[in-house]
């Protein structure tokens, strides 16, 4: 039976994949600053941004799946220092605390997975996206360079959403007029959902994906590479 521990399961996609895993008897811990209301193995409830210690997880895990983010758009000139420093605080930084805090539980697993999030608006330059897509652009980095690094113990990929339905995206798809433009801007004519990413996610966590790491998974509705 896999353990996966989810950071950020509270809502979105996290809650999504918790649910998911859930239903296919695995174990999951989760580490959030609010309750979530799923059947979770173990719940740690906790500010990936504090300056207290991540909790301590006796045991193998068999995959660690970060899942805190931003959507901070706003034209360049309009954004300041502390805008860049907040994305990569929460996108990047937060990501590698949790991966240095619990490598020596994912080490203890034989078929150990890290999953991480970035955006289309990497590969795909768009308007207002400069610091969400500095911070996600230093995630595709390191997901190359851990998946170098950890390999052959631990594989490390991250998957790249348009946007998705989720409580992060809220601003954006609250008229149904914003949904249809989103949906429009889409070569599939609609934007994901949850669940679309937490397929992939679960994918990239199970012994079905074995033998792919390193790699920028693109559930993007064909944004990326078609039009």
Known sequence: MKTTLIIGASSGVGKALANKLIAKNEQVIAISRNQPDAGFTHFFQHDILSETDLPKIEGAIDGLVYCPGSINLKPFRGLKKQDFLNDFEL????????IQ?????LQLSTQASIVLYSTVAVQTGMAFHASVSMAKGAIEGLTK???AEFAPKIRVNCIAPSLTNT???????NTPEK?????????????GSAEDIANATAFLLSNESSWVTGQILHIDGGMSSIR
């Open 101 to 105: 805090a619990y490598s020596p539980n």
């Open 91 to 98: 996108n990047v930084l937060g990501a590698i605390k949790a």
């Open 167 to 173: 409580p992060l995206a809220e601003k954006l798809l």
């Open 179 to 191: 949904i249809e433009a989103s949906n429009n801007r889409h070569p599939l004519k609609k934007i």
């Open 145 to 147: 360079a851990l998946a």
